[in-house]
């Protein structure tokens, strides 16, 4: 990955944080929302666009009443994260 092939995921402060903490695993939405500080509705509208980029995957269901949105990366949000970060160790490595 060149810096002009960025993905429009990584271009977003917050739909970055997203990737990266899930990265670790599936997260929820509310513990989302904890870690990267966001509104539920700006939180809502980015999750939208990394599932349409087809980075993340949404698993939804109904726990008693209260709905329930668990997200994850898909192989494809993985594989491109990790050319994120390897495309910046090597520019702050100098090798860019």
Do not use: W
């Not at 739909?15 to 599936?26: E, I």
């Not at 995957?57 to 990790?82: D, I, M």
């Amino acid at each position: 990955m060149e810096l002009h092939e960025i993905p429009s995921a990584f271009q977003s402060r917050l739909r970055l944080a997203v990737v990266a903490a899930l990265m670790t695993g599936p997260k929820d939405f509310t513990t989302l929302t904890k870690l990267t500080e966001a509104t539920p509705g700006n939180l809502g509208k980015q999750m939208e666009l990394l599932e349409a980029d087809g980075f993340i995957s949404c698993h939804r269901e109904l726990l008693g009443r209260r709905p329930r949105s668990t997200y994850q990366l898909t192989e494809t949000g993985r594989k491109s994260f990790l050319a994120y970060v390897r495309m910046l160790e090597r520019i702050v490595g100098g090798e860019a």
